[in-house]
């Protein structure tokens, strides 16, 4: 599993790696995860149905994080635009 | 007369710009002072701290390459008829949660345009923004096509919350609508010569011309399935 970040005069950077099924680096991976969302960003997760539709659903821990999801993407939280 | 009066309001302007020279002088001064300082706050605009003094880190390549990763991650998550939408066109359309009764324009920094696709008739603006307050590099904006890919992600996941947390306007308030009729015909024209393709059972790549089949394939499948952002 991967997760990506969204950045600003980047593109996405890979904050973390690893595999869920080994303990330390899902604590790694879930340390990380926190940390993102501690800094106030969405977590969301790109999934395929069955049809090969794509979509995505939002996470608010890494315990929603489907344990196959090959990534989860970090966005900063909307806000209202101009008034 | 006439040569008088022009007279004496020479006489008069010379004296008076004796008299304020100073002033002007130290104005002049102060004026200086304030575009240098401002030239300071540009070139710090510019400037990052790593881990002590600012440096000069402008790149004029960052935003470019910035804008390459965001394409091909935005490219990974949507479906490929979408990412062919926004290649040619520049915009996506997704449809609502309710099906195809009403439908949104994302445009890359600018508010989210829904409309009725069978009337196309303009409904509201949604603006919503993702501004990254850390600033890595001076800037809170995404990427053009990372920006796109946060609103496909907000609308399809939870198309409520988003909705609620934009500032919604009429049609008109930053994006034109005639800007956006156009759009919406350069859709119907689009939509028209991709189902071409699909018919002819050859690539999508209808405006440059290459050839991908994967990309019909999907696109078909799409279709098929019902075409609204996310499952209700």
């Known amino acids: 599993m ?23 680096e899902e604590r790694a991976l879930i340390a990380a995860f926190r940390r993102e969302l501690d800094a106030g960003m969405w ?27 090959e990534r989860v993407i970090f966005f900063p939280r909307a806000a209202g635009g101009s008034r | 007369m006439l040569l ?30 304030r575009v240098s300082e401002r030239r300071a706050l540009l070139v710090r605009d510019f400037t990052r701290v790593r881990g002590g003094p600012r440096e000069l880190d402008y790149d004029p390549g960052r935003e470019r390459r910035a804008e390459q990763r965001a394409r091909e991650l935005l490219r990974s998550c949507v479906n490929e008829s979408e990412w062919a939408m926004y290649r040619d066109l520049g915009f996506l359309r997704v449809y609502g949660r309710a099906g195809e009764r009403y439908a949104y324009l994302i445009y890359p920094h600018k508010p989210i345009v829904s ?19 850390s600033r890595p590099y001076g800037s809170a904006r995404l990427p053009d096509s990372d920006d796109v890919l946060a609103k496909w992600i907000a609308l399809a996941a939870d198309e409520h919350r988003l909705i609620a947390d934009a500032n919604m306007h009429l049609p008109g308030r930053q994006v034109d609508p005639q800007r956006v009729r156009r ?12 189902d071409r393709a699909l018919a002819r059972g050859r690539g999508s790549e209808v405006v440059d011309g290459e050839t991908d ?20």
């Not at chain 2, 007279?7 to 004296?15: D, E, I, K, R, S």
Request: glycine letters at 10%.
């Open chain 1, 43 to 69: 977590a969301a997760v790109p999934t395929e149905t069955t049809g090969g539709r794509r979509e995505a659903e939002l996470v608010k821990s890494f315990a929603e994080v489907p344990r196959d999801a």
């Open chain 2, 115 to 133: 409309y009725v696709p069978r009337t196309g008739a303009l409904l509201s603006e949604y603006c919503v923004a993702f501004p990254d307050h």
């Open chain 2, 183 to 194: 759009d919406l015909q350069r859709l119907a024209r689009w939509e028209r010569e991709h």
């Open chain 2, 4 to 33: 008088g009066l022009t007279t004496a309001l020479l006489v008069l302007g010379a004296l008076v710009g004796e008299l304020g020279r100073p002033r002007m002088t130290a104005w002049a001064g102060r004026l200086r002072e």
């Open chain 2, 213 to 232: 089949r994967s990309t019909v394939r999907s696109a078909a499948q799409e279709r098929l399935g019902a075409g609204n952002v996310r499952a209700a």
């Open chain 1, 2 to 24: 991967k997760l990506l970040r969204m950045k600003p005069g980047h593109g996405e950077i890979m904050l973390a790696e690893g595999d869920v099924e080994v303990a330390e």
